[in-house]
């Protein structure tokens, strides 16, 4: 203890006054951010040496027999009730039957316990739901995605009194009740501080009686399901001037449960947000008083709304949108290899060019990344996991691969997708990309500030130690605090650098791979990146301190590499959990190089940046002696999985599972483009006859006897298929053009008046 307490007074107490001047304060909604959720993987990614045993022991997602014939039952009559053309460009919402049929089947709540009236479903079943209706219809996903996230259901779940558990979680459950959630004003996006929507604490009437409650005014805006919500989970900035309550005059951002018929409340505008025609739009309040007891959770949680929030969405985040973009992802990943199929140009179909083999590659490396990802997520969340920092991780980089998949099919189909109309099946994904690129945190923020610069703080195994140490009021004992941490973090900071020091001296040969597993290489690859990123995210935070949240670049980079350490390891497992099929091997290969081309960028980018070039130095020299290996795909290997989206196999299904495709409709879209795959996949055979003979055309080649007459016709009928497919809508230009329509009405107008007049004659 004497040698302890020498070290503290001698040598960690000027460090700790230097760290206390150096380090900026944690403000109170990044605290509540900071401590939202639980550290998971991300714990182990930080620590440098993470032990994949651990992640390859996690139980996969899976859904449970009722959960399983809800798929197969109501959601799979859902989608066949949608018609997406008529309910974004005629009807601009889904249908009275349709909403109905959501309150019918519980759709809107699936997450509330059973005890309530709630289907209880799991968060596998939750992701699954919104991933299927999703690829039906975006309307449609939304419309269920949203009740069963923030919705108020979550939080009152998790914070609402017994009171208002019991009373509006059933009529939330049967629909009775249309919830949705306001946070956003014109004021406050992803600043939440600076919001100016108001509740004072004065005394009003309620019911006929004079209590003591809240006098709200706000303007919300881009609040989904916000025109025909009939309560509001409205988080506002509390205040209570007279000090009603003893807790002094500002009591912070709180929640409160607000039926839209209270006086003073106005809704039913809309937004239009890229012509993707869910319910959203603003709400507006005017001196709207409510009773103290419609505080969500009562009054101990006045002032606990963004924490409340943040907890919310350390889940939230891992479910909804990372859903929506796997659907979008297996969408076009499906859709572009059937097209590039039976699409042909100059007597080859397209997918035949090698200018279209990468990107459909592509397409298949995202359907894989984004689906084990996120399979991996939800499988953490049903095991009572609530990780912040992974969340983030899985909303930024689904919606962002869905956005690449969503160009690169669009690229792939060239005039067929941009041509708007019934026949159009990508034309909805295009225009809501940018939707879930936006919301629950846009990109750009959590790539810049959230990922590396929560996760730094929350998931490092002393740096939050470190931090409430320096903030302790009492100096001596944060002092104390203090200089546990720091040395232990020393020990780790020599361990890490040894650690880094091996795996990259020996090029990821030495190093830990799960026992047994297969593509040991990759696993022994992921560990050395994961010591680099380890050592070069301490030198950063060392040589950098507070200033390192103004250095987003630098942060970015560090929570890509974050990331792809997070996103490759789900792939490997996922090869690993689905019996290491040996027709899988190639796309997990291609994940995987893309992956650490990736991670390459991002460290490259880091040491070229960081100020400190001393650090820099050193990290090159011990975890990368020879420069940061950037491994690409080969054009072989490129080949192979852009194969794999070509061919009528159960390979392809299986990547692309549980997709709607059209049944049920007379016509779809996807319901002609699958039969046309079909019939032209089925006929090539006969093609490859003609071609070997040197034969054309079938008529010529049906009769020199190359090919029998039930050839023939099967020819034609996969041609005529795919003229279906490859034909795009064309309207009357009076129905697309009002002006063209009344230059229609004013011309016969003229005509009509003319023969009168001639007639008179």
Same mark, same amino acid.
């Given at each position: ?12 107490r ?10 900026p ?11 939202a959720?639980t ?6 990614l ?13 139980p ?36 009275r ?18 005890k ?20 039906c ?21 998790h ?5 208002q558990?019991d009373y ?13 959630f ?37 303007h ?16 506002f ?6 000090n009603h ?17 209270t ?7 809309r ?12 709400l507006?309040g005017?001196?709207?008083f ?13 002032g ?5 929030l ?21 969408i ?7 097209y ?25 490396a ?9 399979r ?18 899985i ?14 099919a ?16 990508l ?21 810049n ?21 320096l ?8 002092l ?23 795996r990259?001296?020996?090029?990821? +040969?030495? &190093?830990?791979?799960?026992d047994? $597993? =297969?593509?040991? @290489?990759y696993?022994?690859? /992921?560990?050395?990146?994961? *010591? #680099?990123f380890?050592?070069?995210a ?25 990331a ?8 490997l497992?996922r ?17 995987? +190089?893309? &992956?650490?081309?990736?991670?390459? $960028? =991002?460290?490259? @980018?880091?040491?070229?940046? /960081?100020?400190a070039?001393w *650090? #820099? ?24 999985v ?16 549980d ?11 996807l ?5 046309a795959?079909?019939l032209v ?8 006859k003609?071609?070997e ?41 009076e129905?697309v ?13 003229r ?11």
């Open positions: 203890m004497s040698l302890r307490t020498f070290r503290r007074d001698t040598i960690t000027p460090i700790f006054k230097w760290a206390s001047r150096a380090t304060p944690i403000s109170g909604t990044e605290r509540d951010a900071i401590e959720g550290v998971w993987w991300d714990g182990e930080f620590t440098g040496n993470p032990d994949w045993n651990k992640l390859l022991a996690m996969p997602a899976k859904l449970s027999a009722e959960e399983q014939a809800f798929m197969d039952g109501p959601v799979r009559e859902l989608c066949a009730m949608v018609n997406d053309w008529n309910v974004n460009w005629e009807d601009r919402d889904l249908p039957e349709v909403w109905d049929f959501l309150r019918e089947k519980k759709f809107f709540g699936m997450i509330i316990p059973k309530y009236g709630g289907l209880g479903f799991s968060n596998t079943a939750h992701s699954e739901v919104v991933r299927t209706v999703s690829s219809s975006v309307v449609a996903g939304v419309t269920v995605m949203v009740p069963n996230s923030l919705g108020p259901g979550e939080l009152l779940m914070f609402g009194t017994d009171e558990r509006w979680l059933p009529r939330l459950a049967d629909g009775r009740e249309i919830p949705c306001a946070l956003t004003s014109p004021d406050a996006g992803s600043d939440a501080a600076a919001m100016t929507d108001t509740g004072i604490v004065e005394y009003g009437e309620w019911e006929g009686e004079k209590i003591l409650g809240i006098r709200l005014n706000f919300k805006r881009y609040i989904t399901l916000g025109p025909i919500a009939t309560v509001v989970g409205l988080a900035k509390m205040y209570d001037p007279e309550l003893g807790r002094g005059a500002e009591l912070g951002i709180t929640v409160a449960l607000l039926p839209t018929s006086p003073g409340v106005t809704h039913g505008e937004h239009i947000p890229q012509f993707t025609h869910f319910q959203n739009g603003p507006y005017k001196d709207v409510l009773p103290l007891d419609l505080i969500l959770g009562g009054e101990k949680q006045i606990e709304g963004w924490k409340m943040m907890t919310a969405l350390a889940a939230g985040r891992g479910i909804s949108l990372p859903s929506q973009s796997a659907a979008a992802a297996a076009c990943a499906r859709a572009t290899g059937a590039a199929r039976v699409r042909t140009q100059f007597d080859v179909p397209i997918g035949m060019f090698e200018g279209i083999r990468k990107p459909l590659a592509d397409l298949a995202n359907i894989y990344l984004i689906d084990a990802a996120r991996l997520t939800i499988a953490a969340l049903d095991e009572r996991h609530r990780p912040s920092v992974i969340s983030a991780i909303k930024f980089h689904a919606t962002e691969h869905m956005r690449e998949s969503v160009e690169k669009m690229d792939i189909h060239g005039g067929k997708s941009i041509i708007d109309g019934p026949r159009n099946y034309g909805s994904q295009y225009r809501s990309a940018p939707i879930g690129i936006t919301v629950e945190g846009a990109n750009i923020l959590t790539r500030l959230m990922i590396f610069g929560q996760g730094a703080v929350r998931s490092h195994p002393y740096m939050l130690k470190e931090m409430l140490a903030a302790d009021e009492d100096e001596k004992k944060g104390d605090a203090f200089d546990k941490a720091i040395w232990r973090h020393l020990g780790h900071a020599f361990a890490t650098a040894g650690r880094a020091f091996v990259g001296w020996s090029g990821g +040969r030495i &190093g830990p791979a799960p047994g $597993a =297969a593509m040991p @290489g696993w022994k690859q /992921l560990s050395r990146h994961a *010591a #680099a380890a050592l070069l301490d030198f950063a935070l060392l040589t950098l301190g507070g200033a390192l949240k103004r250095k987003e670049m630098i942060s970015a980079r560090l929570g890509d590499v974050l792809e350490l997070y996103l490759l390891g789900a792939v497992k090869f690993e959990t689905e019996g290491r099929r040996e027709e899988d091997r190639p796309i997990v290969a291609y994940v995987m +190089r893309q &992956g650490q081309g990736r991670m390459a $960028a =991002a460290f490259a @980018g880091v040491l070229d940046n /960081l100020p070039r *650090a #820099a130095y050193l990290v090159r020299l011990l975890a990368f002696p020879v420069g940061v290996p950037a491994p690409m795909p080969s054009d072989e290997l490129t080949n192979a852009a194969e794999t989206l070509m061919k009528d196999s159960p390979q392809r299904d299986r990547l692309t599972p997709i709607y495709l059209g049944e049920g409709h007379k016509e779809h879209p319901k002609d483009l699958e039969q795959f079909k996949t089925a006929a090539a055979s006969i093609e490859k003609m071609r003979e040197h034969v054309g055309d079938p008529q010529v080649a049906r009769d020199k006897g190359i090919i029998s007459a039930a050839e023939f016709e099967q020819l034609a009928e996969a041609k005529a298929a795919a003229d279906r497919v490859v034909a795009v809508d064309a309207f009357p230009m129905e053009s009002p002006i063209a329509a009344q230059h229609r009405q004013k011309k016969a107008a005509n009509k008046r003319s023969t009168r007049s001639e007639a008179a004659e």
